[in-house]
């Protein structure tokens, strides 16, 4: 359609292709997140995981500042960790740690990968929704984040998967695009795509409609756009 009004130069989602990448050290910021996200998932004490963020106090301020932007919508700010941990305990913090990694990016990774990773997440976490309870939505919100590990980790995804310990099942929707979790992946990169054939087999094998697609991918959209002006 906008060939034919005269458009001529087009830019894609090349940024979210994979491509073949040298495994490489990570940054320190991504490395502290990397433990971060490490020590909330496998639910150390709270005095640990203070420990941690004090010693990189960028990571503390940005996720403080992560947790109380507009897009979570809190009626009062935290200030502490322990705030925020007992406001929205481990799990929840979890997801917004890894929203840290879309930001901490190298100096080869366009910004337009970490905003693409936090679309796939809410994308997946408002269609989740609708079929799973509301842990297994943010189950699905965080791996549509780590959909694009290793564009932003720069390193080829199962190795970089394999830093965070990550539960089989979880590990098995990004590796493999296993279970439902892995057909929500598919949908939400059809998405992005022009491949039709490939959105209507994702959508009918999870029962989703067009319209309750599409309003979501509005919404994750808007929403991201919303986290970055936070």
Request: aromatic share 6%; net charge neutral.
């Amino acid at each position: 359609m906008a060939s034919s009004l005269g458009v001529r130069l087009f830019q894609g989602y090349l940024f979210s292709r994979p491509t073949l990448v040298e495994a490489r050290l990570l940054s320190p910021s991504q490395a502290s997140i990397v433990q971060l996200l490490n020590l909330v998932r496998s639910q150390a004490p709270t005095t640990e995981i203070e420990e941690a963020l004090k010693k990189d106090a960028g990571l503390a301020f940005n996720l403080m500042r992560l947790i109380n932007s507009a897009g979570l919508g809190l009626t009062r700010e935290i200030t502490s960790f322990r705030q925020a941990v007992l406001l929205l305990g481990l799990k929840k913090l979890f997801r917004w740690a890894a929203l840290l990694l879309t930001v901490a990016r190298s100096g080869g990774t366009p910004p337009a990968v970490g905003q693409t990773a936090v679309v796939r997440g809410r994308l997946m976490e408002l269609l989740a929704r609708e079929f799973m309870s509301p842990e297994q939505a943010d189950q699905a919100f965080v791996i549509g984040v780590f959909s694009m590990l290793d564009q932003m980790l720069g390193m080829p995804l199962e190795p970089a998967l394999g830093l965070l310990h990550l539960p089989d099942e979880l590990a098995a929707a990004l590796l493999r695009r296993d279970n439902a979790y892995g057909q929500l992946l598919t949908l939400a990169e059809a998405c992005e795509s022009s491949d039709d054939c490939r959105f209507d087999q994702a959508a009918q094998s999870l029962r989703l409609s067009s319209q309750q697609i599409n309003l979501a991918h509005l919404q994750a959209l808007a929403w991201a756009d919303q986290m970055t002006q936070g």
